[in-house]
């Protein structure tokens, strides 16, 4: 929810009545709940970072549910997060050597190239493909390159949450994202961006109000009926 009123939901602005049932918001959730022939839990983001809970019925009907459950914690933690193998790729020393000039810039393309070519070698489910990405997201926060920085730490704290990944670290990803797209504002690209990254934190951090607010606050509204 947007603070002129609008919804934003599967990918669209639609403004007006989002507690009337028939709105446009719910539609997405009623059709998948008609598809599997049970509720649909539904999460909504306010302004100030809270995330309420409803459920969307087959009838059409929507509810109130309890509140968003905490994440179930991973039951195995996959030990290739933790491994510390990546350093000895052959690329990590030209990431390095740029980090120890403090040439960011440098830095950031050198991560880059890592995280392309551990991507190449391993696939993008492997813990270390996401881990060269969050690299090269560190680097690109250093050389203030804030829509890079926003978008790549974007993408690990997804993957992060995909894979299982120690939940510690991918909620420090996620402030690092909102800090770097709150810097990135006036970028073009950057609404399409803050609209992903709301949605995200709704979905895996919906906790987190500090940080969700911080980007629904900043988000533009587009009213479309």
């Known amino acids: 929810m947007l603070a002129d009123g609008t919804a934003h939901a599967a990918g669209a602005p639609s403004g007006g009545g989002l507690w009337n049932s028939v709105h446009a918001a719910w539609r997405p959730a009623q059709i998948e709940a008609q598809r599997l022939g049970r509720p649909v839990r539904v999460s909504v983001g306010h302004l100030d970072g809270t995330v309420a809970a409803y459920l969307a019925h087959p009838n059409g009907q929507v509810d109130w549910a309890y509140a968003h459950p905490q994440p179930p914690m991973p039951e195995h ?99 690092n994202a909102v800090a770097a797209w709150c810097h990135a504002r006036s970028d073009p690209e950057a609404a399409a961006l803050g609209f992903a990254l709301a949605h995200l934190l709704v979905r895996i951090a919906p906790h987190d109000s500090r940080a969700l607010s911080a980007v629904l606050r900043n988000l533009p509204s587009t009213v479309t009926t």
């Open 77 to 175: 933690l996959d030990s290739r997060w933790l491994d510390g193998t990546l350093e000895q790729h052959p690329l990590v020393e030209t990431v390095r050597a740029a980090q120890r000039a403090t040439d960011w810039r440098a830095a950031q393309a050198a991560a880059g190239r890592l995280a392309a070519q551990v991507r190449a070698e391993l696939g993008g489910d492997h813990p270390h493909t996401v881990l060269a990405t969050e690299l090269e997201g560190f680097f690109a926060l250093h050389a203030r390159d804030w829509p890079a920085a926003a978008r790549l730490h974007l993408a690990v704290a997804e993957d992060r949450h995909r894979l299982a990944a120690p939940p510690g670290d991918t909620q420090r990803v996620l402030h």
